[in-house]
């Protein structure tokens, strides 16, 4: 990746997809709306992601905000889920972080396609893989994550008995239908 398309605290606003937006506006005109449709919009956590580097000056600011958001330092109505990847797009620039991954600037990568955006930029936060902000500015985190749909959590039940001390199988049942997981180690 060329380092002209990159930015460290690109000032870009926030955005969301103009889809999500008609979606959301539709939704907030229906007079109509069926109580198990808001009880889905209102159900599940709200997925927060940063993207940061140790490379980038201003991306510790962004760590300490999404800390205090995990810790749950903010009135929000919506549980979050607070996910921090560190890109190594800023590798180059003399500082090499050693949490930097790069399947963590694949990932934003991603966003920045899905997301129809030009720059890469850290800290960068998307939500609930819908929108983005700056990830050190609190005013638009929090407006992000106040709008961002929400969908049902999903129900299962897992059960930790193994049949022997050597098993490395769990049984996890999501509506009558079990699903094994191997555990490697």
């Given at each position: 990746m060329a380092?002209?398309l ?23 005109a ?22 940061s ?7 510790p ?10 810790r ?13 990847f ?6 180059y620039?003399g ?5 930097g991954?790069?399947?963590?600037t694949?990932?934003?990568k ?5 997301l ?24 638009a985190?929090?407006?992000a994550?106040?709008s961002a ?5 999903p ?20 509506r009558?239908q ?8």
């Open positions: 380092p002209s990159l930015a460290c605290f690109g000032r870009s606003k926030s955005s969301s997809s103009p889809s999500a937006a008609v979606k959301r506006d539709q939704f907030s229906s007079q109509t709306v069926d109580a198990s449709v808001e009880e889905q919009r209102r159900g599940g956590p709200v997925v927060v992601e940063l993207f580097s140790q490379g980038c000056a201003t991306s600011e962004a760590e300490v905000l999404l800390s205090r958001l995990g749950g330092d903010f009135a929000l109505e919506a549980p979050v889920i607070v996910l921090a560190h890109v190594d797009y800023w590798d620039a500082w090499k972080d050693p949490f991954s790069s399947q963590s694949v990932r934003q991603a966003y920045i396609e899905s129809n955006l030009d720059t890469m930029f850290t800290p960068q936060v998307v939500v609930q893989g819908r929108s983005h902000c700056v990830g050190n500015e609190e005013e985190l929090l407006s994550i106040m749909q929400r969908f049902p959590s129900a299962f039940q897992v059960n930790f008995p193994f049949p022997n001390p050597n098993a490395k199988l769990v049984q996890v049942d999501e009558d079990p699903i094994g997981i191997m555990f490697d180690g």
